[in-house]
């Protein structure tokens, strides 16, 4: 649902945020619901910031209780650094806001006994730390996913990082359920694990648009700057073309060397060749398949 529209940006929210917000309100705690909603959405904005700093276009953000989504209109995969440098000014700014609130809590005695005050610390610490869990759409989750993309490839290292949130989702519904058990119901703990569980299933299908997006950039890169680095991958004739997309790089220009099992090359394939071989007959077919085309 839309929320409002800033400097071209429009904001929604997450149904779990209006959950969030809803038994705080209920509980009579509109200070924390006003903190929770002003942190959230200043998380983000950072985020949005730093990737117009590095020449993005952002799109829109989903507002969520531990964060937000931000939709960029650029390939931000096409750069793991960027990406990296884009996930991690949002939860470094909590931690910034919290070392201030920490800081007047210590120096301040008057403010020692202020109950919002300490809301505000705790809650800009729980959001810094739970966005850097290694779980898609989290902040951690796209750092990790950038750490891994330049030995694993783009899509490898997305499925990996989607496994690893959807288990770290279970783990969060189990803690859910056993602290209900012990009399203690976290609504927005249950919440937030079903959340996640399926935004990071829905992240396969969204990085799949991603990389085919970085890829139709990659030519344009390369006649911005005039050069980019190459790497070469051997295949089977019969490995499925999804294998191979899954090693690919996005900052690097891929090409592919077709060898039997003894070692001889019976071909050889550019990325583009092996991407229209993709489109014509899927990421199913065969690598032998690509030379077909020659």
């Not at 005039?226 to 991958?233: H, I, R």
Request: charged share 15%; with cysteine.
């Amino acid at each position: 649902m839309k929320l409002f529209r800033l400097a071209g940006i429009t904001f929604r929210f997450h149904w779990v945020f209006l959950v969030l917000v809803f038994v705080l309100l209920y509980y009579g705690y509109l200070s924390e619901t006003l903190i929770i909603f002003s942190l959230v959405a200043a998380h983000e904005v950072v985020h949005l910031l730093v990737a117009r700093m590095q020449g993005l276009e952002v799109g829109e953000v989903e507002l969520f209780p531990f964060g937000g989504v931000a939709k960029i209109e650029d390939a931000l995969e096409l750069d793991p650094h960027v990406e990296s440098v884009v996930s991690l000014a949002g939860p470094l700014f909590n931690f910034v806001l919290a070392a201030a609130g920490i800081l007047l809590y210590a120096n301040i005695s008057a403010w020692r006994q202020n109950e919002v005050l300490l809301f505000f610390i705790r809650s800009n610490l729980t959001l810094g730390l739970f966005n850097l869990l290694p779980a898609l759409p989290l902040d951690g989750g796209r750092i990790l996913r950038a750490k891994l993309c330049g030995t694993l490839g783009f899509q490898k290292a997305t499925e990996l990082c989607i496994r690893l949130s959807q288990l770290l989702a279970l783990l969060i519904f189990a803690l859910g359920l056993y602290l209900f058990y012990l009399g203690h119901f976290h609504v927005t703990l249950l919440a937030t694990a079903i959340f996640l569980y399926f935004a990071a299933e829905k992240e396969r299908s969204a990085s799949m648009y991603a990389f085919i997006r970085g890829l139709t950039r990659k030519k344009q890169i390369l006649l911005a700057e005039g050069v980019m680095p190459l790497t070469t991958l051997l295949a089977l004739p019969e490995t499925p073309l999804k294998e191979i997309l899954r090693r690919f790089t996005m900052k690097k220009y891929h090409h592919i060397l077709i060898v039997t099992q003894s070692g001889r090359i019976v071909g050889e394939v550019t990325e583009d060749e092996l991407v229209g071989t993709v489109l014509q007959k899927g990421i199913y077919a065969k690598a032998e398949a690509a030379l077909s085309k020659k």
